[in-house]
Structure formats: C-alpha cells, structure tokens
C-alpha cells in the first residue's frame, strides 16, 4: 500500500481532467476511507498508509461520479446529509434560502413550515434545526427521496416534528393532502432548461425529474406558485430558489397571481432566491 501523500498527488492527476478542485475530491476520498476528517488526515498525513478502496474510489470519481455519492453524504447548513441518486445533493447556493429565513423570523420564528419537492430533506431540516419550535411537513412525488429525507429526519433527531407526505405537484388536488396554512414555504423547485447541457457529474448521476423544468426551465413555478394562496398562511412568505437568471420571469409570474416580491443574491453575486408574501 503506498503512503498517503503519494496517493493524493496521483489521485489529484487522475482527477484534474474532470474536476476543478481534483486535490480537494482527493482529500475527501482518502479521509473518507480512512474514516477519519480531512482535517484529521492533513494533520497526520505523513504517517498514514493509504487503504485499497481509495484506488476504487478514485476511479469512480474520474468517470466523472459526484464525490457525495461515492461518500454517501453532503454537508449543508453544518448538518450531515446522507444523498443517494434518488435525490439532489444539496448545494452551498441553497443555504440563501435558510439565511433568508432567519433574516425574516427573526423575532418570532415560523410555526408550520412546508418543503416543496424536500429531496434530501436538507432545507426543511436545516430550518427546523434553526427554529426548535416549528413543525414542518416535507413533500416530494418520489418515494425513494421520502425515505432519504426521513433517514436524515431519524439522524438529526428531528423526525418527530417532522411529517413526510407522497405527492406530486403536477397532480389535480395536490395542495389538500397538505395541512396548512403555513407560516413559512421553503421551495427549491426544478428550474433547469431542458436546452441546457449539464456538466457531466450532474447530468449522468443527478435524478433529472429534479433539474429540468421545460424549455424556458419555469414549468414547475407556474404550477406551484398559483397554488400558494391555498398553503401561505395570511402573514406567510414563500422562499423560492432560482436559476441565476430566472428573477424577472418567475417575479412576473408571481405578480400575476399578486405576491408582493423580493429578490435575494447568493454569495457569488447571482440571483437566488425569491420571497412571496400575498400582497395586502
């Protein structure tokens, strides 16, 4: 078995073809197998011995697989998410929607929350982790991603204020099986342009009923915003992600139905999310 600072410098050159932080993939990788922290790993990096599934793991990264299904978990908000190709793994960008809603309720935090499309369960976990006296009911059309979600639920000790309900957006009726009204809906809906070419870790291993959207990427917006008046509570805010230049259609779809909007920009600068509130 070689030692582990030989296997990261030829795990970062198998890699650099495919990925924009190969030392980085590399690092996670071997802390991964090594079942330690990558912090743990860079500190005693001169004594370690390489285990032999690195080998393996590097191989299925450089066929372009994402490093959170090789590893079988993603952080968000500080929490740890088990993912799987059954849901999307949560992204850096969405934690705007939790800074968002602590912004709003930051006096008085939201009684019922409502996840639209939950995946991972990653947005309505974070916000119950940060506002310990709500409940919360999470909602996706796949069952698979529903048993991720309460996996991560039963992890995080949060599954008994949290329920998990089968439904499908696209369905006549969906928003009654939903038991609002809601004080806060978090919603990272699909928004992606069925024209565009995902990068390929995307594109080959991330479920695509959970990125596209249609030709112009807004299908799912002009279902679920219309049916918002049936779920918002009458002081209630809707947070929903957007594609970095989807502001302007989405904020004319939400002013058709007469939702006063904002809009919120992610740490890199880009359009981000959208906050609803009914007009009054």
């Not at 011995?49 to 079988?72: L, N, Q, S, W, Y």
């Not at 796949?142 to 991560?152: K, M, T």
């Not at 809707?238 to 058709?256: C, K, N, T, W, Y």
Request: glycine letters at 6%; charged letters at 25%; aromatic letters at 6%.
């Amino acid at each position: 078995m070689a030692d582990a600072a030989s296997a990261l410098r030829m795990a970062g050159l198998q890699l650099d073809s495919i990925s924009g932080s190969p030392r980085l993939d590399a690092e996670l990788l071997l802390a991964h197998a090594l079942s330690i922290t990558r912090e743990q790993l860079l500190l005693d990096l001169p004594k370690l011995v390489t285990p032999p599934e690195f080998a393996d793991m590097v191989d299925r990264r450089a066929k372009c697989e994402p490093i959170a299904h090789i590893i079988g978990s993603k952080e968000f908000w500080g929490l740890d998410f088990t993912v799987s190709p059954e849901v999307l793994i949560p992204r850096p960008d969405s934690e705007t929607l939790i800074e968002e809603a602590l912004r709003i309720f930051a006096d008085k935090g939201p009684d019922k929350i409502l996840d639209l499309g939950t995946g991972s369960g990653a947005l309505l976990l974070a916000a119950l982790h940060e506002f310990p006296d709500a409940t919360g009911v999470a909602m996706d059309a796949s069952a698979a991603a529903l048993q991720v979600a309460h996996g991560n639920a039963d992890r995080l000790d949060l599954t008994h204020r949290a329920h998990f309900v089968l439904q499908d957006w696209s369905a006549a009726g969906w928003t009654e099986s939903l038991s609002g009204p809601f004080d806060l809906i978090l919603a990272n809906p699909p928004y992606v342009s069925t024209a565009v070419k995902l990068a390929a870790d995307v594109a080959q291993f991330e479920p695509h009923q959970a990125l596209f959207a249609g030709g112009e990427g807004l299908d799912d917006y002009r279902i679920i915003i219309p049916a918002l008046n049936r779920l918002l509570a009458p002081d209630g805010v809707a947070l929903l992600e957007i594609g970095f230049d989807q502001a302007r259609p989405v904020s004319e779809i939400a002013v058709e139905h007469d939702y006063h909007v904002d809009s919120k920009k992610d740490l890199g600068g880009n359009d981000r999310l959208l906050s609803l509130r009914c007009q009054k």
